[in-house]
C-alpha cells in the first residue's frame, strides 16, 4: 500500500536560520506519512551561520542558491525535487503532524485539485505576536491566501514563482495555479513562529516588498478582480474580516481588533509612502 502513495517534495528556503530549522525539520521528520515518501530539500542563500551544518542531519538534499527566495524555491520545487507534488514552507514554520498524510488524501480522493491551503497558525505570546495569528485566521482561502501544496506539473506548467517579483510572488503564484485547476483547503496547520515579532521591523519589510508589489500590479493589471481586492482598503479592512460569517469572531477580541486594525493601517502606510517617494 505504501508504494502507492505519492512522493512529496518539501522545500525549504534558508537564510541565517540556525535557530529555526532544526525545529521545521524535526517536525517534517515527524510527520504520520511514510517517511521514505517525504523528500525533504533545503535551498540555502549562501548562510554565515550553522543553518547548513544543522540541516544536514536531517537530509543530504542541500543546495545553494540565490538571489531571493522566489529563485530558491524554483530551484528546489522544480530542478532538485522528484516528488508527484511539492510543498514549500519557511524555516521558522512547524508541521502539525498529519499535515502531509492531510494534503495527499485530499488530492487522492479529488484528483482534480492541483493545490492547497494550509491553515497557517502564528505562535507566540506577545500581544503582536497574537494579534498576527488572530489576523491571519481571516485569510484562510482568501485571495490573501496562497496555495502551498501543489501538483509538481502544475507548477512546472505555471513556471513556479516569477523571479522577478519579491513581495507578492505568492499571491503571483496562487493566481496561476487557480487559473490551471481547482484548489481547496485543509484544516491541518502549519505553525509560524512569530514569538520573536517586532512591529518595526515588520513594517520595514513590509516597505522593502512594496517594490515587488508594483511588479505584481502591472503584471496583472489594476482592475485584475484578485489585484483590486487585495489592494482595495475595503476589503482588506474591512470585508475580508466580515465575509463568510467571520465577523463574529470580532465580537470577541476586540484588543485584538484594535491592534489588527492599526497593523493594517501601518502597512498601508508604509505602501503609500513607498508609491510617494518612488515617483
Not at 545553494?64 to 514552507?89: D, L
Not at 497574537?130 to 502544475?154: H, L, M, N, P, Q
Request: charged share 30%; hydrophobic share 35%.
Amino acid at each position: 500500500m505504501k508504494s502507492a502513495l505519492p512522493l512529496v517534495s518539501v522545500v525549504i528556503t534558508t537564510k541565517n536560520e540556525e535557530k529555526h530549522i532544526v525545529s521545521c525539520l524535526k517536525s517534517i521528520k515527524n510527520q504520520d506519512y511514510p517517511r521514505e515518501k517525504i523528500e525533504i530539500i533545503v535551498v540555502d542563500n549562501h548562510s554565515t551561520d550553522d543553518t547548513v551544518k544543522l540541516a544536514k542531519q536531517y537530509t543530504k538534499n542541500i543546495f545553494t542558491k540565490g538571489p531571493e527566495r522566489s529563485a530558491q524555491r524554483n530551484y528546489g520545487m522544480i530542478t532538485k525535487s522528484h516528488g508527484q507534488y511539492v510543498m514549500y514552507v519557511d524555516a521558522d514554520m512547524e508541521l502539525s503532524k498529519k499535515v502531509i498524510s492531510s494534503c495527499v488524501s485530499k488530492v487522492t480522493k479529488n484528483p482534480d485539485i492541483i493545490g492547497l491551503y494550509i491553515r497557517e497558525i502564528v505562535t507566540g505570546d506577545s500581544y503582536w505576536s497574537k494579534v498576527r495569528r488572530f489576523e491571519r485566521s481571516f485569510y484562510e482561502g482568501t485571495v490573501i491566501d496562497c496555495v502551498r501544496f501543489i501538483k509538481k506539473s502544475a507548477f512546472v506548467k505555471v513556471k513556479g514563482f516569477d523571479k522577478q517579483i519579491t513581495g507578492g510572488e505568492d499571491w503571483d503564484l496562487d493566481k496561476k495555479i487557480r487559473q490551471l485547476g481547482k484548489v481547496d483547503l485543509i484544516k491541518q496547520p502549519i505553525y509560524h513562529n512569530e514569538a520573536e515579532f517586532n512591529l518595526k521591523k515588520y513594517l520595514a519589510k513590509k516597505s522593502y516588498y512594496s517594490k515587488g508589489l508594483d511588479i505584481y500590479i502591472k503584471k496583472w493589471g489594476k482592475d485584475d478582480p484578485d489585484v483590486k481586492k487585495q489592494f482595495s482598503p475595503i476589503y482588506r479592512l474591512v470585508v475580508v474580516f466580515l465575509e463568510r460569517g467571520k465577523w463574529q469572531k470580532l465580537l470577541h477580541q476586540p484588543r485584538l481588533v484594535l491592534g489588527m486594525a492599526l497593523l493594517r493601517i501601518g502597512v498601508g502606510f508604509s505602501y503609500v509612502k513607498h508609491q510617494v517617494i518612488s515617483k
